[in-house]
């Protein structure tokens, strides 16, 4: 957490509401909060905000000063989050980085990360480039299917690894994989490359159905994610077999879900996701 749907819902907000503003002060709090480009820092001030995208489950803040381009990246890991006013934190003293702004009625953004599992990087367009073919595959929400079948088709390990992995997939964590999964009726340790061709072509369309409907729905508010302005998502509602280990299965056969205890925890009902 946040995975894809959260940072869309992020970067949805921050493109409403700072998009076009320039960065008057840009402070950092704690120094080890920033994995590279801090001696950069001061290049910011004044600098406009041209751009705003994601990468994965990142955001990218695309800065203009003369004739020069930078890149402030922010990677929002398990508990980082940015805000347009410090007092929707609900511990101040971990708010790591503070914006200031101008030419636009949001004033501030504030990145705070308590557990400080997510970093900032500051970058040029080459420390970008280099950074997104190390960290990143294709996006999970972008990516056609005939590409998403080819990785299927050389992935020898099981399912669910292989959506976490996010240089493999981009996007994805816990939460929809296992979504993403029983929706499309396969076991999270099936191997990608035994899926039959209409299995791939299913498990890309319940993926693409899953992100797009937890975005609409503002995301998946568990534990601290919440949007710029403060605002929770709902998607936390809709799901049908995270951390619903005991129950029935939504499906309305008589078998109750199970997890599978491993480095990440995986669920799925035994009848409809049988393994082959």
């Known amino acids: 957490m946040p995975e894809l749907p959260e ?3 992020v970067l949805q907000h921050l493109k409403a509401q700072v998009l076009g503003a320039t960065i008057e002060t840009l402070v950092i709090h704690r120094s080890d909060i920033v994995r590279t480009g ?3 820092i001061p290049w910011f001030h004044h600098a406009k905000i041209t751009s705003i995208h994601r990468i994965g489950k990142c955001v990218v803040l695309t800065c203009r000063q003369a004739q020069n381009t930078r890149y402030l990246l922010s990677e ?3 508990t980082g989050l940015w805000f347009f006013k410090a007092d929707l934190a609900s511990t101040p003293q971990h708010i790591h980085c503070r914006i200031k702004l101008s030419g ?7 990145y705070w990360n308590p557990r400080r599992f997510g970093r900032l990087w500051l970058f040029n367009s ?3 480039k280099a950074f997104m073919q190390r960290r990143f595959g294709p996006d999970a929400l972008s990516i056609t299917e005939a590409p998403f079948r080819q990785l299927l088709q050389t992935t020898r390990g099981q399912l669910k690894p292989f959506f976490l ?5 981009a996007g994805i964590g816990n939460i929809y994989a296992n ?7 396969i076991h999270p340790n099936t191997k990608g490359h035994q899926l039959r061709q209409t299995s791939c072509q299913r498990l890309h369309q319940r993926m693409q159905e899953v992100l797009r409907e937890a975005i609409a729905a503002g995301g998946s508010s568990i534990r601290d994610f919440r949007a710029p302005d403060g605002s929770q998502g709902h998607f936390q509602h809709a799901h049908q077999v995270y951390q619903k280990d005991g129950m ?3 499906h309305g056969c008589p078998t109750l879900i199970k997890r599978i205890q491993g480095e990440r925890s995986s669920f799925y009902c035994p009848k409809c996701q049988k393994r082959r």
Not at 104 to 110: A, D, G, Q, V
Not at 165 to 169: E, K, S
Not at 179 to 185: H, K, S, T, V, W
């Open 126 to 128: 080459s420390g970008l």
């Open 165 to 169: 992995n996010q240089h493999r997939l």
């Open 248 to 250: 029935p299965c939504p």
């Open 7 to 9: 940072v869309e819902v």
């Open 76 to 78: 929002l890991g398990m």
């Open 179 to 185: 979504e993403i999964l029983f929706r499309a009726n």
């Open 104 to 110: 636009t009625k949001i004033r501030e953004l504030h």
């Open 38 to 40: 801090l001696n950069l």
